[in-house]
C-alpha cells in the first residue's frame, strides 16, 4: 500500500514538473511578444517595408529592400551586387527569384532551401514563437543563463520541420538577443549563429536595426544594418507576382531561304 502511495506521488510530481515547465515556456514566450509591441500591435500591421544594407565581408555592401504583408505571409526582397538587382518573392504559396549575378535574369521557380528562407522571412514581424503550437512548434524553457555577462531565458525552439533551435532573451527586457541552430543547407548541417541589437520603437513595434549572422565556414558574417522600417505602407499586390516572360519567335522551320 505504501509502495502504490509512494509511486503515484512520484506520477503526480512529474505531471505537476511537465505543467510548471510548459506553463513557464508560454509565460516566457507571451513576455517576447509583449516586449515586441503587443499581440494586438502585431496583427494590427498589414504591410512592413526595410530599408538597410548588406555587409558580405570583403568591402562587400548591398542595398537591400524587404517588403512583407504579413497576414498572407507575402515577402518581396530586392538587392543590388555590383549593380545588378536580384530579387525574392513569396506570394504565400510558391516562391519565385531572379539572380542576374548568377546569368539567370528571367523568373524561376524557387525551391529547396531557397524557399524555405523565403517562407521564414515572410514570417518575420511575428516570428516562430507567435502562436508556437498552431504552426506546429515545440518551445521548452531551459531556464535562466549568462550571455557575454548579460542575464538571459533561454528557449529550445523545434520547428515542424525539424530544426532546433537555443534562443536567448534579454532577462529583463525579453527580447531577442541571440539565436543559435544547425540546419541543413544545401545537404549538409551547418551551424548558424544570429545576434541582434540596436532595437528602436518602430510606431508601437519594438525592432532590431543591426543583425550579424554567421555561419561555419563562411569566411565573414553577414551583417544587416537597417536604415529605415516603414509600416503600413502601400504595397501594390501585383509585386509579388512574378513577371510574365514573353517567348522568343522561332523562325519556321520550312520557311525559304532569304532570295540573294
Known amino acids: 500500500m505504501i509502495l502504490r502511495k509512494t509511486l503515484a506521488s512520484l506520477l503526480l510530481t ?41 555587409s558580405m565581408g570583403q568591402g562587400m555592401e548591398a542595398p537591400v529592400v524587404m517588403e ?98 537555443t534562443i536567448y532573451l534579454d532577462a529583463d527586457s525579453y527580447l531577442e538577443l541571440k539565436n543559435e541552430t544547425t540546419r541543413t543547407i544545401r545537404g549538409q548541417a551547418t551551424d548558424i549563429e544570429t545576434t541582434f541589437g540596436n532595437y528602436k520603437q518602430v510606431e508601437g513595434l519594438t525592432m532590431p536595426f543591426n543583425m550579424e549572422t554567421k555561419m561555419k565556414g563562411a569566411p565573414a558574417p553577414q551583417i544587416i544594418t537597417i536604415d529605415k522600417i516603414e509600416v503600413n505602407a502601400p504595397i501594390a499586390a501585383s509585386r509579388f507576382d512574378a513577371p510574365k516572360v514573353e517567348k522568343k519567335k522561332e523562325a519556321p522551320k520550312n520557311a525559304a531561304p532569304p532570295k540573294p
Open 68 to 165: 512583407l504583408v504579413p497576414p498572407e505571409h507575402k515577402l518581396r526582397m530586392e538587392f543590388t551586387i555590383q549593380g545588378m538587382t536580384g530579387i525574392q518573392a513569396y506570394d504565400g504559396a510558391a516562391g519565385w527569384q531572379i539572380m542576374p549575378f548568377l546569368g539567370k535574369t528571367d523568373p524561376e521557380p524557387m525551391a529547396g532551401d531557397d524557399l524555405k528562407e523565403a517562407k521564414e522571412n515572410a514570417d518575420l514581424l511575428e516570428g516562430p514563437l507567435y502562436n508556437y503550437k498552431d504552426k506546429g512548434n515545440k518551445v521548452e524553457y531551459l531556464g535562466k543563463g549568462d550571455l557575454e555577462g548579460t542575464p538571459v531565458q533561454k528557449l529550445k525552439l523545434t520547428e515542424k520541420e525539424g530544426d532546433v533551435t
Open 14 to 54: 512529474g505531471f505537476a514538473a511537465a505543467a510548471l515547465s510548459a506553463q513557464t515556456a508560454d509565460e516566457v514566450v507571451e513576455k517576447y511578444i509583449q516586449a515586441k509591441g503587443g499581440r494586438d500591435k502585431i496583427k494590427s500591421v498589414k504591410t512592413l517595408r526595410f530599408i538597410a544594407k548588406m
